[in-house]
């Protein structure tokens, strides 16, 4: 009898553990997406005495922000089909809620009259899942100054390239921001990048790890000037790895070991 619930008590405590495993294993690998998975280039770090490399994370995106320049050093996302449906773009511009107490949250009315839009990093169509995930993109701290000719054309093609890519079944890795000042919007304070740079990591399909990057993985890199008439086409602007960290000072994959960093850091995408 004693040796029979003894049995049934361990019996039942074996299923609950199995199947409560199971069930966290499938709830953690739906929710937990590494958007730095490849590395933190400048090594933010969310101190808020950090005040020029704050480190931001979102379900949506990673930033690293400045507050002295007002707009993200950096922001880095992963793409592939799951953040893809039909949602709306929401449209709705608005200080960023999670900056720290104190800091000047830029406003939408910041940009207006400036001659510059309100260019996203990472952009509205790639986050069309819902209407709260694409929301998330219209953040200010998602946002930088970008000209018409930049953000519309050129910058907005490989926008639509990298989608199409996805739509192939191929998992990006994308880190875009501004590089250089030109000038400052006045009534923000708010940092006018010289050029726009984004590096985007091609894995072969969905749930690759840093590991599967080789020698073989395809980077495109561009560094596009912030300026007027620049064409439509990404191609002339196509750079290596190597010349974006130069030019940032940032350490780009530095989760990919350093021979391999060495290998595609110095290719041109062709
Ligand atoms: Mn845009
Ligand atoms: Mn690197």
Do not use: C
């Not at 994370?57 to 922000?65: A, D, H, I, M, W």
């Not at 990298?162 to 590089?179: D, M």
């Not at 391999?260 to 290719?267: D, P, V, Y």
């Amino acid at each position: 009898m004693k040796k029979n619930l003894t049995f049934w008590l361990g019996l039942g405590l074996a299923i609950f553990l199995l199947v409560g495993g199971f069930w966290l294993q499938s709830v953690t690998s739906q929710t937990r997406v590494d958007h730095l998975m490849l590395g933190n280039p400048s090594n933010a770090s969310s101190d808020v005495a950090n005040v020029d490399n704050y480190l931001m994370t979102k379900p949506e995106y990673v930033l690293s922000y400045s507050s002295s320049k007002r707009i993200p050093n950096w922001v880095s996302w992963q793409l592939n089909s799951s953040w893809l449906g039909d949602a709306d773009r929401a449209n709705n511009f608005r200080p960023d809620p999670d900056l720290p107490k104190g800091w000047f949250a830029v406003r939408q009315s910041d940009y207006t009259g400036s001659g510059y839009d309100r260019g996203h990093m990472t952009p509205s169509a790639d986050r069309t899942k819902d209407p709260d995930t694409n929301s998330a993109t219209f953040l200010m701290t998602n946002i930088l100054p970008q000209t018409a000719d930049n953000n519309r054309k050129v910058w907005e093609r490989l926008e639509a390239y990298s989608r199409t890519l996805v739509k192939q079944g191929k998992e990006l890795y994308i880190i875009a921001g501004g590089a250089g000042q030109k000038e400052v919007i006045k009534t923000g304070k708010i940092s006018i990048p010289a050029s726009t740079w984004k590096i985007i990591v091609v894995m072969d399909k969905t749930g690759l790890s840093v590991s599967d990057i080789s020698d073989r993985t395809r980077i495109i890199a561009v560094n596009v000037p912030n300026e007027k008439d620049l064409g439509e086409d990404w191609k002339p602007y196509l750079t290596s790895v190597d010349k974006i960290e130069k030019l940032t000072g940032y350490d780009f994959l530095s989760n990919v070991s350093t021979e391999i960093q060495k290998a595609i850091e110095s290719k041109v995408d062709k």
